[in-house]
């Protein structure tokens, strides 16, 4: 068996996510409950279920090998979304990116590049649930 490297990080559960609250310390947020997330600079936003957001000093290329793939897929250089969460997705040029519904009322773009992988994940999921 091949060690880990030391710069390796462990995948967290698909229970949960462990993060530090500044008020409350470390907590674990269950991931199902995550929404989306997307980038502002070295920061990322986390949007939650229940309408709450928090700003974590982390880029999204932290969180891509902690999040499970079957749940979220990267939409946009900026945004990472959880498949569950999405209504639908529309594309009018086929030669421009989409945009997709979450049932949250907010809308995401999708780029020219990752419009495919994004909707036949989705298509997936949908056939799955």
């Known amino acids: 068996m091949i060690p880990y490297p030391p710069h390796a990080r462990t995948p967290i ?7 530090y609250v500044r008020e409350a310390g470390q907590l674990i947020f269950p991931v199902s409950d995550l929404i989306y997330l997307q980038a502002t600079g070295n920061y990322s ?35 990472i979304v959880n498949l569950n969460y999405i209504e639908r997705m529309e594309r ?6 989409g945009l997709v519904y979450l049932r ?4 995401l773009p999708v780029s020219r590049r990752r419009w495919f992988a994004a909707k036949r994940l989705f298509q997936q999921n949908k056939l799955a649930n």
């Open 92 to 97: 009018d040029d086929p030669d421009k990116g």
């Open 45 to 79: 936003w986390l949007y939650w279920k229940d309408g709450q957001r928090m700003l974590m000093p982390r880029t999204l290329k932290y969180y891509v090998p902690q999040l499970p793939a079957k749940l979220f897929v990267r939409l946009h250089r900026n945004c």
């Open 13 to 19: 559960p698909i229970d949960g996510i462990k993060m």
């Open 104 to 107: 949250s009322g907010v809308v």
